[in-house]
């Protein structure tokens, strides 16, 4: 079943998702970037987003009462490595050593690739000269507000953006990709699958790169763990759902236009309260 078809939300609706999407998910690059002090990144985002697709595909269950095939089980295993896996993964390995603001910042090209995977590869309509002169401009700030103060021009720095840009990519391909693959009549039911597989993946990741065996319990801060229940109700539970909801009954361009503001919250929240610098590029 192809859920694009559900029906218009009241313009109230749409306006709270866009703001948790807009203000929530800006706070949480530096909550990745406190959880990860202390915390394994990928067994940490595993960990989170399992708990809250545990919680949400239970509630949806006692509601539907319907178990899904495992037809629905593999496109949401797909989805769950595009966007989890390697979308939220790579964020929250990155942010061991990316300021949470220029981690928001460079993540900020998402809205242009929405445009042009949305029309190269699902056949949206051909963006006009506008659309190709906000991109421009986009790219041209990136390269600004990455420059040369911004860099210090380490191979792997370059790496951790590389990686930044490759998740961008892979988090809109599985964005769209969830607007018209096959999926249960529950959007509840399948935004839960998409937690629990992407979790799946994560941990599985972390147990590969030797987390598991060098994780030690006894060292976990508060900070940590308070980030770790922000990003797991607030972040998996709340904001990725309305993310997937909306994306359903949004304009996917519009929907990512979150990338735009999300800089601007993870910057002021990292200079406020994780101590981060406000270099005049990044202000």
Known sequence: MNMTSLSPPS????????LAIFLIWGSTYLAIRFAVQTLPPFSMSGARFLIAGLVLY?????????????RYWGTASIIGALMMLIGMGSVAWVAQWVPSGLTALFIA??????????????????????????????????????GPGNMDGSPVRLIHLGILLFSTICWVVGSLYSRHATQPASQRQFTAMIMLTGGIWLLLTGGIAGEWNQFDPAQVSWPSLL??????SVGSLLVFTVYVWLMHVASPAHVATHAYVNPVVAVLLGWLIGGEALTTQIA
Do not use: H
């Open 109 to 146: 090209i998402t809205p242009a690739w929405m445009v042009l995977i949305n029309w190269l590869w699902q056949g949206a309509g051909r963006p006009g000269w506008r659309v190709w002169s906000g991109l421009l401009i986009g790219l041209m700030s990136m390269s600004i507000l990455i």
């Open 58 to 70: 239970l509630w949806a269950w006692g509601r539907d009462g319907v178990r899904p095939s495992w």
């Open 227 to 232: 980030a770790f229940a922000y990003l797991t």
């Open 11 to 18: 313009r109230w609706k749409l306006i709270a998702g866009f």
